[in-house]
């Protein structure tokens, strides 16, 4: 086993480039792009963006005519496979001759020290040692090597060999013994050598697999109105609203405005339901009686009963009768119960005309609305080839020493992929490649590393996965049809502060079918047309994203192996809106950033105006006579500046894909109380003490931030006073002002106008005061509400 690597400098926070040795070779050579290709006629490899893995692979399939243990009387068969030092065991069937298993054995090529495979047919004894029946002796030089695209070798029946290697009178096995690579279709469900010391339940948790979201849908309910509300006390009408329930999401109507036994309300409640429709809508009416409040009536739907739409056309509406609660009724009234029970008004509908959003909206991975019938055709492949992870870190301890099992997992639309897991080594090499449709180019994958501790051991059944790292790649910012061959470093923000945790070797390629199509996508909207028609409040979009979110988990993490919570939540950003003095300060200078452009602009021009450079000033001055007296030219002048700015930009181009930036997320300088904060619960989980310091520097930070929306506030205020005679001397002048400049412009061709105006700005500081100017002081002076304020 690789020792872990040291602790990375900040240097090794960039993206690498690398050189794979990638695609399909065979020991006999081809044609294929050089030297060690396989010949075929196929225009693309189906793996030819991993290093290519060697596997000895055995099916093992069945046996027959097994012997019978004389003193049972019967046969308890399993087969182990043997080679070398690595053991792989079937199960075993209890009294039978014949028995079939249909199990695959996977030894890798590189830890391959034996001339010889042995298949060995046993007989389980549960007392003394297990019966030997017979082997098979496999020759490694005489297998034989599947090439494909080629079918699956067939199976062949083996007679089954004493100690000696003789032919036995009784026994057969069938099995199929074979050379071949990771792009095997055997490849993911077989039992590997690498996770040879995995036994039990942990044995599925190690298995590659490729996952599929849910189907999401919004449920839309819209209560309308009740009829015959009764309440307990008689004396006066009730006063009720609706709780609507599904699954763990509860929504709940306002209190109708008036207390009575027919109360309106005419609300949307909106939910996230996942296909295949398990939960059922739960409607309950409940009369607010004081401090308490008591259930009126109840009804449970099906969702299967609501229509589902594509579009917002409107909704057949239906009256549901409500069973009754708490009237204490005798058996002789029941059947009454329907014909003067309590009814509700609804229109409810399964919308899919809408992508129910899981992810935030900075990252999205899918836009496609929810019915399959308004998906477009795909505009794209997106292939990744996941090689290696180079330098992990020790994640847990077993037996005195650090050790890491790591798996990744990539995420890109409705398809989640998980690679196998690799045992104890902290340079993994998976080599496993998957494909995506791309529906839009302004889509996110995200791909994230984890330790798996379900490996069947005492802590499997409570321990999380350990996140190692994660990484984002944005389809946008790729060249089409261009392998891309990276080492990306995997960071993760801890308690104690930013640590990088190794490197994720990738290899991807975004290849694109329809060129057209990619280019008109940039002219729609980012997401499906109901979003913008009839959109959801931001209240609204929080809460059932969050939903969607706790859906996903918890499907995904009923598959087998499954995907865990703690690893749905780390790939799907659950706690981003989280509060964190850090991403408030990276969002700060990423503003400050945004704007440093104008503010360079601005302060140029400050010097072109002062005269710092006389001969920048009077380039200035020519070009404004120009633009003056020519002002058709003046747009044509901005839109080719700015094409020249872009080709000039195109030499210094990105030449690697954005990746993590530590500067960037204010994640080098962060302060460990500023993480303490961020890793903390909601609610809060600290000290009475701790909180209260957090809190007043939260009072602090809001305070700056009230004074500078304040004075933005004011700044508005005093150009509403410029009219509105709150001042009426300064309005007066104002007033009498605007006159006489509208007189003055009447009379004077603009060309004059902008001439002296720009003459006036660029005049040379001798003709400058350092004084405020007239305008600045004049509004200065301008009356704002501040002073209204308590």
Not at 598 to 612: P, T
Request: positive net charge; proline residues 5%; aromatic residues 10%.
């Amino acid at each position: 086993m690789s020792k872990p690597a040291a602790a990375a400098n900040p240097d090794d926070y960039k993206i690498k480039d690398t050189k794979p040795q990638l695609g399909e070779r065979w020991p006999h050579g081809g044609i294929r792009g050089g030297g060690g290709w396989i010949s075929s006629d196929r225009v693309t490899s189906t793996y030819d963006l991993v290093e290519q893995m060697y596997y000895l692979y055995v099916r093992v399939v069945k046996a027959r005519d097994l012997p019978i243990n004389p003193i049972t009387a019967s046969c308890d068969p399993y087969v182990e496979v043997k080679l070398g030092n690595y053991k792989g065991k079937t199960q075993h069937f209890e009294k039978r001759t014949y028995a079939e298993w249909k199990q695959v054995f996977a030894f890798s090529k590189d830890k391959i020290q034996s001339t010889v495979l042995e298949v060995y047919v046993k007989d389980k004894d549960m007392i003394s040692r297990d019966d030997y029946l017979g082997k098979v002796v496999f020759d490694m030089n005489e297998v034989p090597t599947r090439v494909p695209p080629d079918s699956p070798l067939a199976p062949q029946w083996y007679r089954l060999e004493d100690r000696k290697g003789d032919k036995k009178s009784r026994g057969e096995i069938m099995l199929a013994v074979w050379m071949g690579t990771q792009a095997d279709e055997a490849f993911s469900e077989a039992w590997h050598s690498d996770a040879a010391t995995v036994h039990g339940e942990g044995v599925y948790s190690v298995r590659s697999k490729v996952y599929v979201s849910p189907k999401l849908w919004y449920l839309r309910v819209n209560v309308i109105e009740a009829h015959d509300v009764e309440s307990e006390d008689k004396s006066q009408p009730p006063q009720v609203f609706v709780k609507a329930q599904l699954g763990n999401q509860i929504l709940k109507t306002k209190l109708s405005a008036t207390k009575t036994t027919n109360p309106l309300w005419n609300e949307d409640l909106v939910f996230v339901a996942a296909e295949p429709f398990e939960e059922s809508l739960v409607l309950t009416l409940e009369n607010k009686a004081g401090s308490k409040e008591e259930t009126v009536g109840r009804i449970v739907l099906p969702l299967n009963a609501f229509e589902k739409r594509l579009d917002h056309r409107p909704v057949h509406s239906r009256w549901f009768n409500l069973e009754q609660f708490g009237f204490g009724m005798l058996e002789g009234e029941r059947r009454m119960q329907l014909k003067f029970s309590t009814r509700i008004h609804l229109r409810a509908s399964l919308d899919g005309g809408y992508h129910v959003l899981d992810e935030s909206t900075m990252y999205i991975s899918d836009q496609r609305p929810t019915a399959r019938q308004l998906w477009k055709k795909a505009i794209g492949i997106l292939e990744i080839g996941i090689l290696s992870a180079q330098g992990l870190q020790g994640m847990k301890t077993k037996d005195g020493k650090k050790t890491t099992d790591a798996y990744c997992v990539a995420k890109y639309g409705l398809k989640w992929v998980r690679t196998r897991t690799i045992l104890d080594n902290f340079n993994p090499k998976w080599n496993e490649q998957y494909t995506w449709e791309v529906y839009d180019p302004c889509t996110v994958v995200t791909l994230g590393v984890f330790d798996n501790a379900h490996l069947g051991g005492e802590q499997g059944a409570t321990a999380k996965d350990a996140r190692i790292g994660k990484i984002r790649i944005r389809l946008s910012t790729l060249e089409t049809d261009r392998i891309y061959t990276h080492s990306y470093p995997l960071l993760v923000l801890q308690p104690s502060g930013l640590k990088k945790t190794g490197e994720l070797q990738l290899a991807f390629r975004f290849t694109c079918l329809s060129l057209s199509n990619m280019i008109y996508l940039y002219s729609q909207p980012l997401l499906p047309k109901m979003h913008y028609q009839h959109p959801l409040t931001i209240h609204q979009l929080d809460s059932l994203r969050y939903q969607a979110m706790n859906i996903v988990a918890v499907r995904l993490g009923r598959a087998e192996p499954p995907l865990r919570k703690e690893v749905v939540e780390y790939m799907l950003d659950v706690d981003s809106h989280m509060w964190s003095m850090r991403r408030s300060k990276a969002n700060f200078f990423r503003i400050v950033s945004v704007f440093s452009g104008v503010l360079s602009m601005s302060k140029w021009l400050g010097d072109v105006s002062n005269w710092k450079n006389p001969i920048t000033t009077i380039l200035v001055h020519i070009l404004f006579f120009i633009l003056v007296c020519f002002p058709e030219l003046i747009l044509p002048t901005i839109f080719l500046y700015m094409f020249l700015i872009g080709i000039w930009n195109f030499r210094s181009r990105p030449r690697h894909p954005p990746h993590m930036d530590t500067k960037l997320s204010w994640a080098e300088a962060v302060q460990p109380d500023e993480l303490d904060e961020e890793f903390d619960t909601f609610p809060s989980s600290k000290t009475q003490d701790v909180t209260k310091m957090r809190y007043d520097r939260l009072r602090s930070v809001a305070g700056r931030i009230q004074t500078v929306v304040g004075d933005i506030a004011t700044q508005g205020e005093r150009f509403q006073a410029l009219l509105s005679w709150r001042d009426p001397r300064a309005t007066c002048l104002f007033v009498v002002f605007c006159l006489i400049v509208a007189v003055a412009l009447y009379v004077t061709p603009f060309r004059i106008v902008v001439l002296v105006a720009g003459l006036f700005v660029l005049r040379h500081p001798r003709f400058r005061s350092k004084m405020p100017s007239v305008p600045s002081n004049f509004f200065r002076r301008l009356p704002a509400r501040a002073d209204s304020m308590l």
